[in-house]
């Protein structure tokens, strides 16, 4: 097998982001529980574009150029919209 992989960029980004906010203080009443957190991601990664990439090397250079102030603001809006339908709606219970 070679070592070429499937790495979506968008997704890493946000997954890291969800659970830096989920464990803030201004989420401290919010689920932790696996579901809501999944869900929260899910919704976010069918709003904003997927960035597939092949290669450590590749993942490297798309991470830096997603990581501009625009596009992270944007996906905090996106996150902060998906924490409250989650809240709202939880699949949970």
Do not use: W
């Amino acid at each position: 097998m070679s070592g070429i992989k499937l790495i979506n960029v968008t997704e890493e980004i946000v997954k890291g982001l969800v659970s830096f906010l989920l464990h803030g203080v201004e989420y401290q009443t919010f689920c932790h529980c696996e579901q809501c957190e999944m869900d929260v991601n899910a919704i976010v990664l069918n709003v904003l574009p997927a960035r597939y990439v092949t290669s450590d090397e590749t993942r490297d250079a798309v991470f830096k150029q997603m990581s501009t102030p625009e596009y992270l603001e944007e996906i905090n809006k996106q996150i902060i919209r998906a924490l409250h339908i989650v809240k709202q709606y939880p699949k949970h219970l």
